[in-house]
């Protein structure tokens, strides 16, 4: 009877050990998209100006993503995953009106990175999109 309560009280140990410890390795999850209304601010560390800035314009509806790029209007269906940071856009289709070159260029720079996102973060009234292109960063109008 001994041993059993000896097993028993390791048992018991062992297993708060690993509930402890298993909290380290939880994937934070990240704030609801939803509603939510951005503008573009900055391109891998290269900050737009106010008049781009304005421009481009990201929108989170439920599932779907709406915006300017600049000079065309863009949209996608997105997908994000419960307690993670995962973002996901899929086939992003835009109108086809021709602007100014720069405009133009930027605007095909930023779908590109739309379309390699691979998760987000929101802090400090910030969002953050990470892409095979790049980073792109966002703040509320």
Known sequence: MKINKQFLAILIGS?????SCGG????R???SLVG?????????????GKRLSKRVTLNFHK????GSAGCNR??????????????RFNQ???TRMLCKPRFMKMEHKFLGALKGTYAYVISNGELSLSSNAG?????RP
Do not use: C, E, H
């Open 29 to 31: 999850s990240q704030p």
């Open 74 to 87: 863009y949209f996608s269906n997105y997908k994000t995953a419960t307690n993670s940071d995962s973002l």
């Open 24 to 27: 380290s390795d939880a994937v």
């Open 36 to 48: 939510t209304q951005w503008q573009l601010t900055s391109f891998n560390g290269r900050t737009l």
């Open 135 to 139: 980073l792109l960063k966002f703040k």
């Open 92 to 94: 992003i289709g835009s």
């Open 63 to 66: 599932k779907r993503a709406t």
């Open 15 to 19: 297993s708060i050990g690993l509930v």
